[in-house]
T-cell receptor, first 116, second 115 residues
């Protein structure tokens, strides 16, 4: 089974509008972390936001917020007031604790296109 | 701001040749990683390295791969005999600790093309 599932291969959003990128995860660990990374066309991986499994509040970083629904095992990224520079691939990733693994498991990504 | 660096940015090699991809992690970080991303696909974990030894590796990381930290700054990935399917972007990452909350800082990647 996939640990991270991103069901939206591509999304379009009008500039200045908000957009939600979906991510669901699968783990039996009680302690884990969820991350979102942005990959622009230049190829680098840029960290955006982190949510811990025990965090009671949804994480926010500027225009990025994470809609964490633990019971549904979802960790959707919300980008508010989209800008043209937000056009990129977005990857959701998870890191588990109890397995002892430090590595990140990535989803297949969502390509976001911001329309002027 | 400190960053992870990788060289070269693009490497072209012939099938069967050995390649070494180099990374300089952030200086006070303790954990180092290699990931790869085949064009158009997701990022996949290869190996993690801590305290001068491999701490975890995936099934992709077979005997053709090796990692080394030859000095206090460099972290290398060697592919002994490259195959066409090794063509991918290879990312190095580092983190200050192994805690689940600590992000991994990624380098800009090395695009490996095997012909």
């Amino acid at each position: 089974a996939q640990k991270i599932t991103q069901t939206q291969p591509g999304m379009f959003v009008q500039e200045k509008e908000a957009v939600t990128l979906d991510c669901t995860y699968d783990t039996s660990d009680q302690s884990y972390g969820l991350f979102w990374y942005k990959q622009p066309s230049s190829g680098e991986m840029i960290f955006l936001i982190y949510q811990g499994s025990y965090d009671e509040q949804n994480a926010t970083e500027g225009r990025y917020s994470l809609n964490f629904q633990k019971a549904r095992k979802s960790a959707n990224l919300v980008i508010s007031a989209s800008q043209l520079g937000d056009s990129a691939m977005y990857f959701c990733a998870m890191r588990e604790v109890q397995t002892g693994a430090n590595n990140l498991f990535f989803g297949t990504g969502t390509r976001l296109t911001v329309i002027p | 701001e400190p960053e992870v660096t990788q060289t070269p940015s693009h490497q072209v090699t012939q099938m069967g040749q050995e390649v070494i991809l180099r990374c300089v992690p952030i200086s006070n970080h303790l954990y180092f990683y290699w990931y790869r991303q085949i064009l158009g696909q997701k990022v996949e974990f290869l190996v993690s390295f801590y305290n001068n030894e491999i701490s975890e590796k995936s099934e992709i990381f077979d005997d053709q791969f090796s990692v080394e930290r030859p000095d206090g700054s460099n972290f290398t990935l060697k592919i002994r005999s490259t195959k066409l399917e090794d063509s991918a972007m290879y990312f190095c990452a580092s983190s200050p600790q192994g805690q689940v909350s600590r992000e991994q800082y990624f380098g800009p990647g090395t695009r490996l093309t095997v012909t």
